[in-house]
Structures are given as structure tokens and as C-alpha cells.
């Protein structure tokens, strides 16, 4: 049995069922969860992100938020905050593009949201020789203006899982059947205003929600800045479960071995969306990742990596594009989203295929 297993087997004992929600977030963030404990990234660890795949994206990524720094007219100071950089890839592709601007190093304060110890002691060998100004928080600073990526974090926050039953929705939780963690329902229903048939499964990420409204709140107030959000998930609210394990690159039981897998469940972007435009601010997307990408030039820069490379790299490169782009099995072009939160309306690069209601 695992440390987080004997944790909760005795919360449990001591104190009933946990929500699906306290469950997730214990066998993520426990001392002895997975990101305390497990190197998830790269083909060692249990998945590979976008950035990891190729410096394409962090790249696009990087010429992204430098356009939208630009287009706001260079405000100074500024914070350029990554949630959950994991190794630093992202953030390292980002500042070699905006480091393209001198004016962009000096005006700007690089924020790195990370509670684990261990990633920020990898992050701070692979960016401190990047930028000089660099600092580390357990959440995103808005007390001046910012520019934030988020590229595969809202997945981790923790989801609520509520489940229809005789007309009425009731929470799903986790308990024990004898020695083993087993799924079950809370006896009390939930209030909450939505018809479907029995047996369906609903999501909610009221930590998700409420992190996009404070960040949009900040970015009205300044009047500058922006959030780009890249994720997993889907456009519009849907019934069903998506909590997912993931451990060694493939699916596992979601409550096989706690702490030692890596949990997550597609984010809801109308959701998210909703959240920020309650905040006042403008949501644009969600869209493809791969039209995101495509539009703010990937084939292009695809095609200038190429031009110097032998026949071997060059169907690599192809391989990368398809696999940033693409729709296929295994691609993550059309499974990802991109969603881009701004204090104003005006309609960032990449964005031109779907916009908000109303705009």
C-alpha cells in the first residue's frame, strides 16, 4: 500500500468517504503524492507535453504573448507567469523568443506557480541563466499586469463528479469496501439545475472556475495583458467522466496504487470561458490547437527548421508538425483547445476561427 493510500484508508476509517475532488487533489499534492514523488514528464516519466515534443510550440507560445505585450503597448513593470512549468521547457522556448526585445527582459518579472519543491529546483538550473529576475509562488501574482500561459494545468485541478439517480444528482465519492478504495455515492442530493437521464456523470471544477475569474478580474482592472490557456478537453459542457490514470504512458485504474499516477480530467472550456466573461473580461476560442498553431505560423517555422536539415530530420520535423496539429490517432491537434483571456475585445492572433457569443 502506498504513504497516500494508508492516509486515506484512515481519513476514511476515521471520518467517511471523501469527494472524487478530495481524492484527486490528496494523491496529487500529498507529501508523498505524485508531484512531491514521481517524475511525470518526458518518455522516463508517465506522459510528454507539447513543449517536450518539440520547441515549436514553446516558440509559438513565446511570439504569442510578446504580440500581445507589443499590442498593449510595452506596458512596464510586468509579470510573465506560467502555470505548473514542470521542467522549465515551456517558459525556456518562451524567453528565447521574447528575449528578441531587450526592452521585454527588462520590463518583466518571470513568476513561476509551483508547489513542488523538487520541479523548482529544475526550473531554476534550466531558466536562471535566461533571465534575471526570476521568482517562485504557490499562486499567480496579479497586483500589476501580466501575461500567463497555462499549458496542460487546469486538467490537474481537482473535479467534483456529481451522478443522476431517480431524478435527482448525487456526489460521487470514495470509501472502502472492506480493504479496498471503492467508488460510491453520497445519500444526500445535490442541487444543481440540469436534466439528463439516470446514470449520467457531470464534472464540475469550481477551483478551475474560480482561478480563471480572479485572473480575469486583474486583467480587467489593469486594462492590459492576457492568459493563454492549452489544454485537453472540450468546447461546451458535456455529460460523462473523463478522470483519467495515467502511469508509465498508458491507462490505469484511477484508484490503483494513489500518489503514484498521474490524475486528470478534460477541461471544460465554456465553463472557463463563462467564468472569465462573468469576471468582464473577453474570452476568445476555445479553438483547435492545431488551427492555433497553424495560424501563428507553424509550417512556416516547420519549413525554416527543414531548410537546414538532412532528409532523416526533416521527416522528423513533418512527424512533430502532425503530431502538434494533426487529428489522428495519438495527435493532439484537435483534442487539445487554446483559449485566450484578455481585458479587451480586440481578437489576439490565432483566435480568428471561434470567438465568444456576441463578439
Same mark, same amino acid.
Given at each position: 500500500?502506498?504513504?497516500?493510500?494508508?492516509?486515506?484508508?484512515?481519513?476514511?476509517?476515521?471520518?467517511?468517504?471523501?469527494?472524487?475532488?478530495?481524492?484527486?487533489?490528496?494523491?496529487?499534492?500529498?507529501? %508523498?503524492?505524485?508531484?512531491?514523488?514521481?517524475?511525470?514528464?518526458?518518455?522516463?516519466?508517465?506522459?510528454?507535453?507539447?513543449?517536450?515534443?518539440?520547441?515549436?510550440?514553446?516558440?509559438?507560445?513565446?511570439?504569442?504573448?510578446?504580440?500581445?505585450?507589443?499590442? %498593449?503597448?510595452?506596458?512596464?513593470?510586468?509579470?510573465?507567469?506560467?502555470?505548473?512549468?514542470?521542467?522549465?521547457?515551456?517558459?525556456?522556448?518562451?524567453?528565447?523568443?521574447?528575449?528578441?526585445?531587450?526592452?521585454?527582459?527588462?520590463?518583466?518579472?518571470?513568476?513561476?506557480?509551483?508547489?513542488?519543491?523538487?520541479?523548482?529546483?529544475?526550473?531554476?538550473?534550466?531558466?536562471?541563466?535566461?533571465?534575471?529576475?526570476?521568482?517562485?509562488?504557490?499562486?499567480?501574482?496579479?497586483?500589476?499586469?501580466?501575461?500567463?500561459?497555462?499549458?496542460?494545468?487546469?486538467?490537474?485541478?481537482?473535479?467534483?463528479?456529481?451522478?443522476?439517480?431517480?431524478?435527482?444528482?448525487?456526489?460521487?465519492?470514495?470509501?472502502?469496501?472492506?480493504?479496498?478504495?471503492?467508488?460510491?455515492?453520497?445519500?444526500?442530493?445535490?442541487?444543481?439545475?440540469?436534466?439528463?437521464?439516470?446514470?449520467?456523470?457531470?464534472?464540475?471544477?469550481?477551483?478551475?472556475?474560480?482561478?480563471?475569474?480572479?485572473?480575469?478580474?486583474?486583467?480587467?482592472?489593469?486594462?492590459?495583458?492576457?492568459?493563454?490557456?492549452?489544454?485537453?478537453?472540450?468546447?461546451?459542457?458535456?455529460?460523462?467522466?473523463?478522470?483519467?490514470?495515467?502511469?508509465?504512458?498508458?491507462?490505469?485504474?484511477?484508484?490503483?496504487?494513489?500518489?503514484?499516477?498521474?490524475?486528470?480530467?478534460?477541461?471544460?472550456?465554456?465553463?472557463?470561458?463563462?467564468?472569465?466573461?462573468?469576471?468582464?473580461?473577453?474570452?476568445?476560442?476555445?479553438?483547435?490547437?492545431?488551427?492555433?498553431?497553424?495560424?501563428?505560423?507553424?509550417?512556416?517555422?516547420?519549413?525554416?527548421?527543414?531548410?537546414?536539415?538532412?532528409?532523416?530530420?526533416?521527416?522528423?520535423?513533418?512527424?512533430?508538425?502532425?503530431?502538434?496539429?494533426?487529428?489522428?490517432?495519438?495527435?493532439?491537434?484537435?483534442?487539445?483547445?487554446?483559449?485566450?483571456?484578455?481585458?479587451?475585445?480586440?481578437?489576439?492572433?490565432?483566435?480568428?476561427?471561434?470567438?465568444?457569443?456576441?463578439?
Amino acid at each position: 500500500m502506498t504513504p497516500v493510500a494508508e492516509r486515506l484508508h484512515r481519513r476514511i476509517a476515521q471520518a467517511g468517504p471523501v469527494t472524487v475532488a478530495e481524492y484527486m487533489s490528496t494523491c496529487l499534492t500529498d507529501p %508523498d503524492g505524485y508531484y512531491a514523488r514521481r517524475e511525470p514528464f518526458g518518455s522516463a516519466g508517465d506522459f510528454i507535453t507539447a513543449p517536450e515534443i518539440s520547441q515549436m510550440f514553446g516558440e509559438i507560445v513565446g511570439a504569442f504573448v510578446l504580440d500581445r505585450w507589443i499590442a %498593449d503597448g510595452r506596458p512596464a513593470p510586468f509579470d510573465l507567469v506560467e502555470l505548473g512549468p514542470g521542467r522549465g521547457t515551456l517558459m525556456r522556448d518562451v524567453l528565447r523568443v521574447c528575449a528578441t526585445d531587450p526592452r521585454f527582459v527588462a520590463a518583466s518579472r518571470v513568476v513561476l506557480v509551483e508547489a513542488s519543491d523538487r520541479l523548482r529546483q529544475v526550473q531554476r538550473r534550466s531558466l536562471a541563466p535566461l533571465h534575471p529576475n526570476i521568482a517562485w509562488t504557490d499562486r499567480p501574482p496579479t497586483e500589476r499586469p501580466f501575461y500567463l500561459v497555462a499549458n496542460e494545468f487546469f486538467d490537474a485541478l481537482p473535479v467534483r463528479q456529481l451522478v443522476r439517480r431517480d431524478g435527482r444528482w448525487f456526489e460521487r465519492v470514495v470509501g472502502l469496501t472492506g480493504d479496498a478504495l471503492a467508488f460510491g455515492l453520497s445519500p444526500f442530493p445535490i442541487p444543481f439545475a440540469a436534466e439528463a437521464e439516470d446514470g449520467a456523470v457531470r464534472e464540475l471544477r469550481p477551483a478551475a472556475d474560480a482561478l480563471v475569474a480572479s485572473l480575469a478580474r486583474a486583467l480587467v482592472t489593469h486594462d492590459v495583458g492576457a492568459a493563454l490557456v492549452v489544454d485537453y478537453g472540450y468546447a461546451a459542457a458535456e455529460s460523462g467522466e473523463t478522470l483519467q490514470a495515467v502511469r508509465g504512458h498508458a491507462y490505469v485504474d484511477v484508484l490503483d496504487r494513489p500518489g503514484e499516477s498521474d490524475l486528470s480530467a478534460h477541461v471544460d472550456f465554456g465553463a472557463l470561458a463563462a467564468a472569465a466573461r462573468t469576471a468582464r473580461a473577453h474570452t476568445h476560442g476555445p479553438v483547435d490547437q492545431g488551427d492555433f498553431l497553424v495560424a501563428l505560423g507553424l509550417l512556416q517555422r516547420a519549413g525554416a527548421l527543414g531548410s537546414r536539415a538532412s532528409a532523416d530530420e526533416r521527416a522528423m520535423i513533418e512527424a512533430v508538425v502532425r503530431r502538434l496539429a494533426g487529428d489522428g490517432e495519438g495527435e493532439m491537434g484537435t483534442l487539445f483547445k487554446a483559449l485566450a483571456i484578455t481585458p479587451r475585445p480586440a481578437t489576439p492572433p490565432g483566435f480568428a476561427v471561434v470567438n465568444e457569443p456576441g463578439d
